[in-house]
């Protein structure tokens, strides 16, 4: 099977601007969930979709959002571009009722 | 809030040493995971623990799930320049969100 795949693999943008990052799960998974990892925060869980709906969140600011697809493909969206958000945004995808995450090669994103 | 701690955060070893990191969480997990992460890599699932107590091995690698089931370790013997990453712990609390330990970061000097 393929692995999980994701979109774009690097991207600079500017404060205040927006981005949309695309995940495809492995074929046959369900859950996808994104992390944010930094050098200082280590890997910080963003959020979990299920089915194409929302099932964890983590603490993060309303400015990160996401959505899951009936093909269970996910985007995570982030608004208003801060510079601390500069960082690997990694998502994983997962059986159901299974806990092993498969782990895609991530998006670094680079916020000027 | 839920905290799964490792130390140490840093380690070098000269090529041929032992190796051990402790994932430390404040409560009491289902079960836990280890990972690898290789410089400029994602993280790769390594090994689940379920059971109070439970020691797996994987080659040069023994890890071990704590009696309370708060506590695990990963112990490398005999450390090979390919041992080098981050590794972490990671398991699930309530509502099946995952934790992630802060990570032993390995360097093997050869």
């Known amino acids: 099977k393929a692995g999980v795949t994701q979109t774009p693999r690097y991207l600079i943008k500017t404060r205040g601007q927006q981005v949309t990052l695309s995940c495809s799960p492995i074929?046959?998974?369900?859950?996808v969930s994104w992390y944010q990892q930094t050098p200082g925060q280590g890997l910080q869980f963003l959020f979990e979709?299920?089915?194409?709906?929302?099932?964890n969140k983590g603490n993060f600011p309303g400015r990160f959002s996401g959505r899951q697809f009936s093909n269970s493909r996910s985007e995570m969206n982030v608004s208003t571009l801060e510079l601390g958000d500069s960082a690997l945004y990694l998502c994983?995808?997962?059986?159901?009722?299974?806990?092993?995450?498969?782990f895609g090669p991530g998006t670094r994103l680079t916020v000027l | 809030g839920q905290q799964v701690m490792q130390i140490p955060q840093y380690q070098h070893v000269q090529e041929g040493e032992d190796f051990t990191t402790y994932c430390n969480s404040s409560?009491?997990?289902?079960?836990i995971q280890w990972y690898k992460q290789r410089p400029g890599g994602h993280p790769v699932f390594l090994i689940q623990?379920?059971?109070?107590?439970e020691v797996k091995k994987q080659k040069r690698l023994t890890f071990q799930f704590g009696e309370a089931k708060k506590n695990s370790s990963l112990h490398i013997t005999a450390t090979q320049t390919t041992d080098v990453g981050t590794y972490f712990c990671?398991?699930?609390?309530?509502?099946?969100?995952?934790?992630f330990g802060t990570g032993t970061s390995l360097t093997v000097i050869p």
């Open positions: 994983a995808s997962r059986q159901f009722l299974t806990d092993t995450q498969y």
């Open positions: 990671a398991g699930p609390v309530a509502g099946n969100q995952f934790y």
């Open positions: 074929s046959g998974h369900r859950s």
């Open positions: 409560t009491t997990l289902s079960n």
């Open positions: 979709y299920f089915s194409e709906t929302q099932r």
């Open positions: 623990l379920v059971k109070s107590g």
